[in-house]
Nanobody, 126 residues
Framework: QVQLVESGGGSVQAGGSLRLSCAVS?????MAWFRQAPGKEREFVSS???????SVSDSVKGRFTISKDNAKNTLYLQMNSLKPEDTAMYYC???????????????????????WGQGTQVTVSS
């Protein structure tokens, strides 16, 4: 059973930075960050497959970077140049199925991931 625990959220002014962490217990093959603002659907932010292949949504490209420290078994999301529209609850997600993770377009879908963290709030003020 995979367990995910996020941390690192908080309040920051526009232009600032935050680093989110997701502590992982158990084996995972693909992992991702999603976010959900009030009244909106959960949206894809960034993903990593097998600790090397990454993808990122156009809305955060050039500002956010996903990485994984295998020694610490922790997923990170470095967020720079934050904007008020980045305000949301951020969720860490994971799955351990190689076939599921490897399907084209899979990592950007919430349906791919069986395991979710509880979320960490990010608030960016203007």
């Amino acid at each position: 059973q995979v367990q995910l625990v996020e941390s690192g959220g908080g309040s920051v002014q526009a232009g600032g930075s935050l680093r989110l962490s997701c502590a992982v217990s158990g084996y995972t093959y693909c992992m991702a960050w999603f976010r959900q603002a009030p009244g909106k659907e959960r949206e894809f932010v960034s993903s990593i497959i097998n600790n090397d292949r990454t993808s990122v949504s156009d809305s955060v490209k050039g500002r956010f970077t996903i990485s994984k420290d295998n020694a610490k078994n922790t997923l990170y999301l470095q967020m720079n140049s934050l904007k008020p529209e980045d305000t949301a609850m951020y969720y860490c997600a994971a799955d351990d199925n190689i076939w599921v993770c490897g399907k084209i377009g899979a990592t950007g879908s919430t349906l791919t991931y069986n395991y979710w963290g509880q979320g960490t709030q990010v608030t960016v003020s203007s």
